[in-house]
């Protein structure tokens, strides 16, 4: 049996381990938020942002902004049909109605033109998803949701690293969250953050994370709102305040192995990988390659042909609104049609150039076959 090629793993060096026993040591007290605070403001930075709060997972950060925009029942939000539940949960959870759009064939993320003929009187906010590293077309939709009074959010999980115009995923928005799960380009084991330029909005998901309790509240135990616990420890802060002082590192080398599959790959007659247009960088989160229908190759061959070869490659998302849960419609045109023939590959940080030549092998004996 060959040996196994994981789809992600996380780089975890000695100064990750010091910054998180440190913690787990000495972090407590009057020491307890230390690497927290550490870790917003070195975030803050990276990203060019005025507001950041470390939280428990992008999904606990998405789900406080929105329901800081008072995104509540009878609400319509906006948003990809390719996407993790995730993005779609907080919506479902606050009450109001996930509304599916189709995608861009190039970038797989939402379609502008779509996002403008979906809104209604009812739509409180468009989510941008920036699927993979690649970058949504943030000019379209941020004319489309000025002109219509309406937030756009980012949910730049997928996208640390990717840069629009000079402008990092995730700061276009009126707030962007992101993720440090064990699969992301950055861990903290579970993890995420909510940033914005928006001092009101910042003070409420400020309020909202500490169970409602406002910072300039001086009475104890005196919540003024029903809030939410979506805190991150500062022992996993410690973690963050690590990978961040390594972020450039960890980026590179996701692109590095991206441009690696894609130098190999994309010139091949049928298939198409993530894009990086002008005035963009792809963080290359995860790499992805999409067979045209011609070729005849489905994901069933695919994932029988890379288990075979003892390679863990995953499956593109499901169209979210083919989903029994969330409606279990046709799926839109795209959006349905991309993941029947589509894999991502493996792209941890130390992944091999022997292990990423065996990837490219099976891609070309599935095409051959
Ligand atoms: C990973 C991911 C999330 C969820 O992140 P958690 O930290 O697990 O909550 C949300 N949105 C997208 C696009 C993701 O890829």
Redesign the pocket.
């Known amino acids: 049996m060959k040996s196994r090629i994981h789809y992600t793993k996380p780089s975890i060096t000695g100064l990750e381990v010091s910054y998180a026993t440190d913690a787990a040591t000495n972090g407590w007290g009057e020491k307890c938020y230390e690497y927290i605070h550490r870790f917003e403001d070195a975030f803050k930075k990276h990203l060019n942002v005025q507001y950041a709060i470390a939280t428990s997972?992008?999904?606990?950060a998405?789900h406080m902004g929105m329901a800081a925009l008072g995104i509540g029942p009878g609400d319509e939000v906006i948003m990809a049909d390719t996407?993790?539940i995730?993005?779609a949960s907080p919506i479902v959870h606050l009450g109001a109605k996930p509304i599916f759009v189709d995608i861009l064939s190039d970038t797989w993320c939402i379609d502008p033109d779509l996002v403008e003929q979906a809104i209604t009187p009812n739509t409180k906010a468009i989510v941008a998803?920036h699927?993979y590293g690649n970058l949504c077309d943030m000019d379209k939709l941020l004319a489309i949701g000025k002109k219509h009074g309406i937030p756009v959010i980012e949910?730049a999980?997928?996208a640390i690293g990717s840069v629009y115009q000079g402008k990092r995923a995730g700061s276009m928005g009126r707030f962007g969250?992101f993720?440090?799960?064990g699969?992301?380009t950055l861990t903290t084991g579970?993890?995420?953050m909510f940033v914005t330029d928006d001092a009101a909005l910042y003070e409420t998901v400020l309020t909202l994370s500490n169970h409602g309790r406002a910072r300039g509240q001086s009475k104890q135990f005196w919540p003024d709102m029903v809030g939410f616990k979506y805190k991150m420890s500062n022992i996993q802060a410690a973690l963050g305040c690590a990978q961040m002082e390594r972020i450039d590192e960890l980026i590179k080398r996701k692109r590095d192995i991206f441009y690696y599959y894609r130098d190999q790959l994309v010139a091949i007659p049928g298939i198409s990988m993530n894009p990086e247009h002008l005035n963009t960088i792809n963080g290359a989160w995860m790499p992805t390659v999409v067979f045209d229908a011609e070729t005849g190759v489905t994901r069933e061959n695919l994932q029988a042909a890379f288990a075979e070869e003892n390679i863990d490659a995953r499956v593109f998302f499901h169209a979210l609104s083919s989903l029994p849960i969330l409606g279990g419609e046709q799926g839109k045109e795209i959006s349905s049609s991309v993941p029947l023939r589509a894999i991502n590959l493996p792209s941890f940080h130390d992944i091999s150039l022997q292990e990423q030549d065996r990837v490219i092998s099976v891609i070309k004996n599935v095409l051959r076959s």
């Open positions: 997972s992008c999904t606990g998405l996407n993790w995730a993005t998803v699927l949910d999980a997928e969250t993720s440090f799960h699969t992301k579970e993890g995420g």
